[in-house]
């Protein structure tokens, strides 16, 4: 029985591949050298997976923000007609009301009749690998949710949860929070950069507004929505979902990946 992985290049797609990698794995991409094609651009590639496994009966979802929800809708469509018998979703960590991108699949999947999981991680540490210039060429971070705190968490302590989410009989049919073991502001990140890096990293604190002229480019909801996102976590949204009892916390500190990653900002 087959699990298929959307997102298998993308930094929590490798980690939960690298995980799965005793067990048979559909690996998907729009480039060469994976089981199947796969993009959720192009509608037609969508069946692509289960042409090359007709045994899948897991999927993990990682949409990227720029997809239309109709799309994802017509694959889990698909997949339910494919007999799969879960499905977990890779979300945000934050319930923001009247989500445009998120909430049109999350209640699709309620309809679907498949068994289903979400994923709510707090804020990857590998976000900070993503754009090393800043901190490398500028010694700086800049972010602009004040001084409020968020608990970073490891792509890999996220992968570990969505692999016992896909493996588990009976199915999780449930949330999952997910955090670091520890809550920590912009300026306290900065500060644990600079301990380990030995030299001074500044956190830069700006608007919204200002972060917003920082995705020029983005799709209009996607800055949106990412707006809220920065207005929730500024105002303690973040803090709040860190108080929660039922959150499953990693086991990766920031200072773990920030040594396990030092050439990226030297």
């Known amino acids: 029985m087959s699990i298929l992985v959307t997102g ?16 048979p794995v559909v690996t998907v991409s729009r480039h060469p050298g994976y089981l199947a094609r796969f993009d959720w651009e192009d509608r037609a590639t969508y069946i692509l997976p289960f042409e090359a496994a007709p045994d899948i009966v897991s999927v993990h979802l990682i949409v990227p923000a720029h997809i239309p929800p109709q799309y994802v809708c017509e694959f889990i469509d698909l997949a339910v ?3 799969v018998k879960r499905v977990v979703l890779m979300s945000g960590s934050l319930d923001i009301s009247g989500d445009s991108i998120q909430g049109p699949i999350r209640a699709h999947l309620q309809t679907s ?7 709510r991680p707090s804020r990857f540490f590998d976000n900070f690998s993503e754009m090393p210039e800043s901190i490398r060429d500028e010694n700086k971070i800049i972010s602009a949710t004040g001084t409020a705190s968020m608990g970073f968490v490891s792509c890999e302590d996220v992968a570990r949860v969505a692999v016992d989410c896909l493996l588990a ?3 999780h049919c449930t949330e999952h929070i997910i955090v670091g073991p520890e809550l920590l502001s912009f300026t ?3 500060g644990c950069f600079s301990r380990v890096l030995q030299r001074h990293i500044a956190h830069e604190s700006i608007s919204v507004e200002e972060q917003k002229e920082r995705w020029f480019g983005l799709p209009d909801e996607f800055i949106t929505l990412m707006g809220s996102v920065e207005e929730m976590t500024a105002a303690g949204g973040e803090e709040a979902v860190y108080s929660t009892e039922r959150k499953i916390v990693g086991k990766k500190t920031l200072a773990d990946f920030v040594r396990e990653n030092l050439q990226l900002w030297k």
Not at 8 to 23: A, D, E, F, H, P
Not at 113 to 119: A, D, E, Y
């Open 8 to 23: 298998s290049t993308g930094k929590t797609g490798r980690c939960i591949v690298n995980l799965l990698q005793n067990r």
């Open 81 to 83: 007609s494919k007999r």
């Open 113 to 119: 009749g498949v068994p289903f999981c979400i994923l």
């Open 169 to 171: 009989d009976p199915p």
């Open 188 to 190: 306290e990140v900065a």
